[in-house]
């Protein structure tokens, strides 16, 4: 087997073996996980569809990721759900991502909005992201939420979404990003023997 396709065999199964959300609470924190998760309103009532309430959503959302909570990959705010992928590092787990979200909007909307509770429907939905080619479907599939619910005609038009302008974002882990891959490849082959190729890919794999 050639070099790059060996070791990258090697090294994005030690990025991927990590227990699912069911296994022993203390294993969950295994590392790197990227997930799209789901929400909708109580009752689906259009509790997002002003300006002030998804420009609000939007701003939790930020304060989460700048408190380290987790990667921003991509989010779209419709009147009655919100889609995010993100990833969640060591020490997080999917839930605990959604709870911070969904219960710092609810407390700030209550406060600032005076809107009264439930917000939300209870739980989420969640789906684990683990190749390339599903990141990216995903990523369009957040994109043209609201142009299949003809709220806009073309995807950056959408001001509540990660495809409008302006809005700063994560790249995606090196396992799910294709340029990265490629630069973690090259970059081992720079290195001058087996262990420090096999130090390179570890500090990688830890790194997410």
Not at 2 to 29: D, K, T
């Amino acid at each position: 087997m050639p070099f790059e396709a060996c070791r990258r065999e090697r090294v994005f199964s030690h990025i991927m073996a990590i227990p699912n959300r069911n296994a022993n609470p203390e294993n969950v924190v295994a590392g790197a996980r990227t997930f799209l998760t789901t929400s909708s309103t109580a009752g689906r009532r259009r509790l997002l569809q002003s300006d002030h309430s998804a420009r609000l959503f939007i701003r939790v959302l930020y304060n989460c990721r700048t408190q380290g909570k987790f990667r921003l990959h991509e989010f779209v705010v419709m009147p009655d759900h919100f889609h995010v992928l993100l990833t969640i590092d060591t020490g997080m787990t999917i839930e605990r991502a959604v709870q911070l979200i969904k219960g710092g909007f609810s407390f700030r909307a209550g406060r600032e909005l005076g809107m009264r509770s439930p917000v939300w429907q209870k739980g989420f939905s969640d789906r684990r992201i683990t190749g390339v080619d599903e990141f990216e479907r995903i990523r369009n599939y957040i994109h043209k939420n609201p142009v299949k619910q003809l709220l806009v005609k073309e995807a950056p038009q959408y001001p509540y979404s990660s495809a409008h302008y302006g809005f700063e974002l994560d790249p995606a882990p090196v396992y799910l990003n294709p340029k990265l891959i490629a630069a973690v490849f090259r970059a081992a082959k720079s290195l001058p023997d087996k262990a420090s190729r096999d130090a390179f890919f570890h500090a990688v794999s830890k790194a997410g």
